[in-house]
């Protein structure tokens, strides 16, 4: 029956899931001493259903973090309009080393040279470096967003800007951030799959969890692309067919 619904569902777009799974006890930003696992409270057999409870912070895996990340009095995720989490996106791909990833260190805004960001809601990067992701060497050092970099960006009228690292900044940074913030913009961040899109003509939708108080929270990001701009390869990514207004 499933099977057969699935067959006549109607035309619509690819999605092309952005996001890494969280795994209980996966690794997460150096010196975060906090849980993270799912933890079952009763299960099929001896109980009634299955039941689960989180216990993680708001910056684990997948997420988006809000201006009030870094900046006082700017909003929390649940302040924001959900159409904030979304629009058109392009992806930057940085030139990659023999190993396929971008290497460590900061990206200068020679990047965006020859970019069109007319009509772009949100700018990616794919550097490559999703592919480290549960290995040590993800949050060892990694590719990020230089001042100057980030200065044209937060000038471009943008909502967000995501990559595939663990971070805007190096490990002790906060520029980008401060940039961002003080523009409005929001940041995701640990993104998977990239390179399964198209430079552009897609859209790219993140929404939090509407979390009082909280300047993060993790999301299921997702591209969406017309069907006939399927993803690069077939995609490395789930994606099937949804309908759209």
Same mark, same amino acid.
């Given at each position: 029956?499933?099977?057969?619904?699935?067959?006549?569902?109607?035309?619509?777009?690819?999605?092309? =899931?952005?996001?890494? @799974?969280?795994?209980? +006890?996966?690794?997460? #930003?150096?010196? !975060?001493?906090?849980?993270?696992?799912?933890?079952?409270?009763?299960?099929?057999?001896?109980?009634?259903?299955?039941?689960? /409870?989180?216990?993680? &912070?708001?910056?684990?895996?997948?997420?988006?973090?809000?201006?009030?990340?870094?900046?006082?009095?700017?909003? &929390?995720?649940?302040?924001?309009?959900? =159409?904030?989490?979304? &629009?058109?996106?392009?992806?930057?791909?940085?030139?990659?080393?023999?190993?396929?990833?971008?290497?460590?260190?900061?990206?200068? @805004?020679?990047?965006? !040279? +020859?970019?069109? *960001?007319?009509?772009?809601?949100?700018?990616?990067?794919?550097?490559? #470096?999703?592919?480290? #992701?549960?290995? @040590?060497?993800?949050?060892?050092?990694?590719?990020?967003?230089?001042?100057?970099?980030?200065?044209?960006?937060?000038?471009?009228?943008?909502?967000?800007? +995501?990559?595939?690292?663990?971070?805007? !900044? !190096?490990?002790?940074?906060?520029?980008?951030?401060? *940039?961002?913030?003080?523009?409005?913009?929001?940041? *995701?961040?640990?993104?998977?799959?990239?390179?399964?899109?198209?430079?552009?003509?897609?859209?790219?939708?993140?929404?939090?969890?509407?979390?009082?108080?909280?300047?993060?929270?993790?999301?299921?990001?997702?591209?969406?692309?017309?069907?006939?701009? /399927? @993803?690069?390869?077939?995609?490395?990514?789930?994606?099937?067919?949804?309908?759209?207004?």
């Amino acid at each position: 029956m499933i099977a057969d619904a699935a067959d006549r569902r109607p035309p619509g777009v690819a999605l092309v =899931d952005l996001s890494h @799974p969280i795994v209980t +006890g996966m690794p997460q #930003w150096p010196g !975060d001493a906090q849980p993270l696992r799912v933890v079952r409270l009763c299960d099929h057999g001896d109980g009634p259903c299955r039941s689960s /409870r989180l216990e993680l &912070g708001c910056h684990v895996g997948t997420h988006v973090d809000a201006p009030g990340h870094f900046l006082a009095g700017a909003p &929390g995720v649940a302040e924001m309009s959900p =159409d904030r989490f979304c &629009g058109p996106a392009v992806v930057i791909r940085p030139a990659c080393g023999s190993t396929g990833t971008v290497a460590p260190g900061p990206l200068g @805004p020679a990047v965006l !040279d +020859g970019v069109d *960001l007319g009509g772009a809601d949100f700018v990616l990067f794919d550097t490559g #470096w999703s592919r480290h #992701w549960g290995q @040590p060497a993800y949050y060892a050092s990694w590719p990020w967003l230089s001042e100057p970099l980030a200065a044209r960006l937060a000038e471009a009228g943008l909502k967000g800007v +995501g990559l595939d690292t663990p971070s805007l !900044d !190096d490990r002790d940074g906060r520029a980008a951030h401060d *940039l961002f913030a003080a523009a409005g913009m929001v940041n *995701l961040e640990n993104l998977a799959n990239l390179g399964s899109l198209p430079s552009a003509g897609f859209l790219v939708l993140a929404l939090p969890l509407p979390l009082v108080g909280a300047e993060a929270s993790p999301v299921r990001a997702v591209a969406l692309l017309e069907r006939t701009r /399927r @993803p690069i390869g077939g995609g490395s990514g789930a994606f099937g067919d949804v309908q759209v207004p």
